[in-house]
């Protein structure tokens, strides 16, 4: 079989060359929009389902939400090679693994599928979100936000209302979280010693504070499930009542009167100030705390295009964010690839260099052969600029392999030279 290739490249070289050239130039074209990653995606297909449960413990989250999940609703689902659940105070995550080579998007329609009894949990908790699938490499840019005239709690608003979506239209982006994130809350902070002297019960506090919203998460409350302002008739026509929400600062909530005790305000048995939620972690930035915006990429997006994606959006973006600084260079995986294709095209351009000058030096040696025009006989030439033709009968002929040798053996044989007196 190989014999028989080689024969026939042999036979038909022209042919072999010509497709040659052109698998060249395909593939030459082909490297502008080559995907280039740093690592394969090497993980199985997976998805990720979250229930945020505001307010429950860890032992709570797992026997009201997360158990009931994985036996009733999860339990069984199509091609799951591995069911893994995680309980934190206040969120529950199940990781569903698929076997390999499953696909993706049909795997999450089946997870999907199982979910649409979930509404049989406790009503306590939020409703479940299933996570955008996520590339293996999983990062594609850390994001630093910082400036100098505005706080941390304006940054945050900056970053999740303007930042944060406009990133999020970029194609191939799968999510953009916040760390160090600030989100500014009015804050009730009670103090048990001072609601025991007003004969003021903990409930009462929880109650008047979640009332005072347009809407609270909690279920047992009025403002749960907030009712529509209704409407105005009049011969005319109908006007629709809109609420104006009169609590905008911590001050206005203050004033508000306790339920159950409307002689006293929220500001007389506790402390209402405006501040953040309690931080887990933090972001630094220029050695002070600060934002980062942490963006990652859908398993099938290219790297280096989504990242200029990004850059481009944070470009058209500067213009109308005055005052704050935002930094793309702290991880950016694409400056990797760049530096890896840079160098090896340069790589290659050597290695073509070496390789034709290689060509260009046996080309050469192999035009030190000459034909003397007497038949197949070469003519040599020797250190002491003789040929072999005047060395005699003596002198031994300097071949390169033995059957060369043999051969002008021969030769000398049949047809002895001149010198000794041959007619």
């Known amino acids: 079989m190989m014999r028989w290739i080689i024969g026939s490249s042999l036979k038909l070289r022209l042919v072999v060359a010509t497709v040659a050239a052109l698998l060249m130039v395909f593939g030459f074209t ?68 698929f076997e390999k080579g499953t696909d993706l998007m049909r795997a999450r329609q089946v997870a999907q599928e199982r979910l649409n009894e979930v509404f049989a949990l406790p009503r306590v908790a939020k409703h479940f979100t299933m996570i955008n699938p996520v590339s293996s490499a999983g990062r594609v840019m850390a994001i630093g936000v910082t400036s100098n005239k505005l706080s941390l709690v304006d940054l945050t608003v900056l970053a999740h209302w303007t930042i944060q979506p406009r990133l999020l239209g970029v194609p191939g982006v799968a999510n953009v979280s916040i760390w160090g ?59 629709g009542v809109r609420h104006v929400l009169p609590i905008t600062t911590a001050n206005d909530l203050a004033k508000v009167p306790v339920d159950d005790a409307e002689s006293k305000r929220l500001g007389d048995v506790a402390s209402v100030v405006e501040d953040h939620q309690p931080l887990i972690g933090d972001a630094i930035v220029k050695d002070a705390p600060a934002l980062m915006l942490v963006v990652e990429k859908l398993p099938w997006a290219n790297t280096q295009a989504v990242t200029q994606g990004v850059e481009h959006a944070l470009a058209a973006l500067r213009p109308g964010l005055s005052g704050l600084e935002m930094d793309s260079s702290l991880f950016r995986p694409a400056t990797f690839l760049d530096l890896a294709v840079g160098n090896l095209r340069k790589a290659l ?45 003596a002198g031994r002929p300097r071949c390169r392999d033995r059957r060369r040798h043999r051969r002008h053996g021969k030769h000398r044989a049949a047809s002895p030279p001149a010198s000794q007196g041959g007619k």
């Open 30 to 97: 082909q490297l502008r929009t080559i995907p280039v990653d740093v690592l394969p995606e090497f993980s199985r297909p997976h998805v990720e389902i979250q229930v945020e449960i505001l307010g429950l413990s860890a032992q709570e989250v797992e026997a009201l939400i997360t158990t009931p999940m994985e036996a009733d609703l999860l339990n069984g689902t199509p091609w799951v090679k591995e069911l893994r659940s995680v309980s934190i105070p206040g969120l529950a995550s199940i990781n569903l693994t």
């Open 181 to 239: 994130r600030r989100e500014r809350q009015l804050q009730v902070q009670v103090d048990p010693d001072k609601l025991r002297d007003q004969h003021v019960t903990l409930m009462q506090i929880i109650k008047t504070a979640g009332n005072a919203l347009w809407s609270s998460p909690l279920s047992f409350l009025e403002a749960s499930t907030p009712g529509t302002g209704g409407w105005v008739e009049t011969p005319n026509q109908r006007l």
């Open 349 to 393: 351009l050597t290695g073509s260099v070496l390789v034709l000058a290689a060509l260009r030096a046996d080309q050469r040696r192999g035009h030190s052969d000459v034909d003397d025009g007497r038949g197949d006989r070469p003519l040599r030439a020797w250190s002491d600029g003789q040929s072999d033709d005047h060395r005699g009968a």
